[in-house]
């Protein structure tokens, strides 16, 4: 075995260990490509959270144990000519998600926008990835996502939304585009895991105990829950997520949407929104462009408040970590390659750095 931690790994080669793991577990060609696909972009904008180590233990153990389905049979419900919902058949997040999206871009091309809630689906990963198809295309994206019960309401004790997360993505004209991606809670889910694992403390105002007590300790939200990020303003995020991708989409809210971690019995029922807009329905694309261009140059021309500080659009760091593991690879630590290790015996697939 490999144990240089410095020996970069092609994206081509983890996309085949990625795909033969899920093929392996029961994922079906198709949606294992498309899993694959999604997984790899993460870890390759090292949104490591959402990425391989992350998510591919736990959806290959999930689809072999049925709690997803594959393959699924998503199907449509046409309500207008501009809007869609989407029944994901307990299908994965990623394969709903790229389904949604893709839908949302086909009828924002003909008509300007196009609007597609899904139901019965399961955690999609980073919302940025879907925004990303519409850029590729010209477009503007916005996608939402519901989930299991992890943060309490402004004021209060318990948790009632998830982190319910919104991603909004746009071409700029330059060569990285405007891609927001977050959480309405002060932290991810994922972020404190990383806490738990990296035995860190949580800063002021994140979390809560079991008995609502403010806590550092990123072991008491087992138990415990999430403040909202900015106080009522993310809370107010988190119920507008909702109502697009719980209320509005028919999909499971509130404790309605089940636990990916915890629920051993049933998929999740988490509900999407996806939102695709074409600025040239507004204004000529260059117009556009120019626009958004001048905008981004107001911004970063801001001069820094101290030595240290910096001011980025959110997504460049992102593709310029992206530009660079596509070209030169990217590392797998050691407690990332110790958790793929284990699914990689279970289900009988080599690690490429085991190769």
Known sequence: MVKDESMRISYEELWSYCYKILVSAGTSDSEAHIVSDVLLWTE??????????????????????????????????????????????????????????????????????GLVFVNHSNHYGAGAYYCKLAIEENLIGFTTSNAYPKVAPFG????????????????????YPLLIDMATSAFAQSTVREFQKANKLLPDDVALDVNGRPTNNPLDVNEGCLLPSGGAKGFSLGIMVELFSG????????????SIWKDQTRGSNTGHFFLALNPASIMSFNLYLQRMQSLIEKIEGVPTYSKTSSVRIPGKIRYDKLKENMENGICINSSAKSKLNSISIKFKVKPPWQL
């Open 44 to 113: 390759f904008i090292e949104r490591g959270t959402n990425g391989l180590s992350s998510r591919l233990p736990l959806l290959a153990e999930r689809v072999n144990n049925k709690l997803i389905k594959s393959p699924s049979e998503p199907v449509f419900e046409i309500k207008t000519e501009t809007i869609s919902i989407l029944n994901g058949d307990n299908g994965f997040g990623q394969v709903n998600g790229t389904i949604a999206m893709k839908k949302a871009i086909q009828v924002a091309k003909d008509h300007g926008v």
């Open 156 to 175: 209060g004790s318990k948790p009632v939304l998830g982190t319910n997360p919104l991603s909004l993505g746009c071409p700029t004209g330059k060569e």
């Open 247 to 258: 209320i509005l989409s028919g999909a499971g809210f509130s404790f309605g949407v089940g």
